[in-house]
């Protein structure tokens, strides 16, 4: 059974005087299985975190339906077994690291017992806040608001996690600090939905993604799968390849480029194997065969420009 489960989700917000019209979700349909760490990307505006305020039950969808485990979201059961960083939260700048857990803790229901207190200490522990445990969170920076927010997310120990740009602010450190408890928190079986601008980063933690633009999904699926070039193939050589054998290959693929031990090919499979072959029969011992990977970054250009022109 799916975690999270969309069919044909929409939503239209009306706003200023005019009552403008906003699609900010166009038919929506997605899934998300135990376990994964799954990216919602799409440029400002795209309705990234309407999304996560349908699922939260925080907003309504005009149109379509909407489940956690199995659960519609509008049953606020759902939502029991669920944690979340909101964008750009605004925790009460009077309360201290430590109060701030406690507030959030309770308001999920823990009880504020020995156990609750050991909880909070470990997840300053885990967001080396604890120096800051008992300093009002107006002196924090911004980094270290992000971890605390994270940590608010995570102290119920949630099955399910949204997070809403979880490392806007914060730095390099900081950012591979978050990334290595994303990934401890999945190997616990958690299940995690991310929105995040930094592509890099969410080619390196999640499972699968998908590209929302004004509303629409535009792309989806496994990280490698998108992020394999289709039909560009490189091929290494152990020994060099002569011009005339150069020649051969340009003869099967005019396109090809073919350096000292390395040939580019982007003709499809069938032509790749035709070099393999001709290289085989002049005695040309292959080195290796890759398909070329794009980026996550390129490919989202590529999809949002394309998406665009449409
Ligand atoms: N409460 C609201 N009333 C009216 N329009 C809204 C409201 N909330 C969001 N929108 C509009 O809906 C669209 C989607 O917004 P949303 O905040 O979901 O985008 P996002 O993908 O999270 O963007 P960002 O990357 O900037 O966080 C935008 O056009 C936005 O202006
Ligand atoms: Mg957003």
């Known amino acids: 059974m799916p975690v999270i489960e969309t069919q044909n989700l929409s939503k239209e917000y009306s706003s200023g005087f ?6 900010a979700l166009n038919d929506f349909s997605f899934s998300v299985n135990e376990g994964e760490i799954f990216g919602l990307l799409g440029p400002n505006g795209a309705g990234k975190t309407t999304l996560i305020k349908i699922l939260l039950a925080i ?9 956690i485990f199995g659960t519609d979201v509008r049953n606020h ?41 050991k909880r909070i200490d470990e997840l300053l ?28 997310s995570i102290l119920s120990e949630p099955d399910l996690i949204f997070l809403d740009e979880p490392t806007d602010g914060v730095d390099p450190i900081g950012r591979k600090e978050i990334r290595d408890i994303l990934i401890e928190l999945k190997s616990k079986g958690k299940t995690i939905f991310l929105n995040s601008h930094l592509l890099s980063e969410v080619e390196m ?8 633009n ?40 005019s396109n090809a480029g073919a350096g000292e031990n390395e040939i580019n090919t982007e003709a499809g499979v069938d032509n790749l194997n035709k070099i393999i072959d001709l290289l085989r029969k002049n ?14 970054e390129e490919l989202f250009i590529n999809v949002i420009k394309k998406d665009n022109i449409s």
């Open 18 to 23: 005019s009552k403008q019209k906003v699609n």
């Open 59 to 67: 907003t309504f969808p005009t149109r379509g339906n909407a489940k």
């Open 77 to 117: 059961k759902a939502k029991a077994k669920v944690g979340y960083l909101p964008e750009n939260h605004r925790f009460p700048n009077y309360l201290t690291g430590e109060q701030v857990l406690s507030f959030y803790g309770r308001l999920s229901g823990m009880k504020p017992n020995d156990a609750f207190k």
């Open 125 to 152: 522990e885990l967001m080396k806040l604890t120096q800051w445990k008992q300093t009002k969170i107006k002196k924090y920076s911004k980094g270290m608001m992000q971890k605390l927010g994270l940590a608010q």
């Open 205 to 212: 933690i999640c499972d699968r993604v998908a590209i929302l």
């Open 214 to 253: 004004k509303g629409d999904l535009v792309k989806e699926g496994n990280v490698d799968d998108l992020t394999k070039a289709e039909n560009i193939f490189a091929i290494h050589t152990v020994e060099p390849l002569n011009i005339e054998l150069k020649q051969k290959i340009l003869a099967i693929d």
């Open 283 to 296: 005695k040309i011992r292959i080195q290796s065969v890759s398909q070329k990977t794009s980026t996550l």
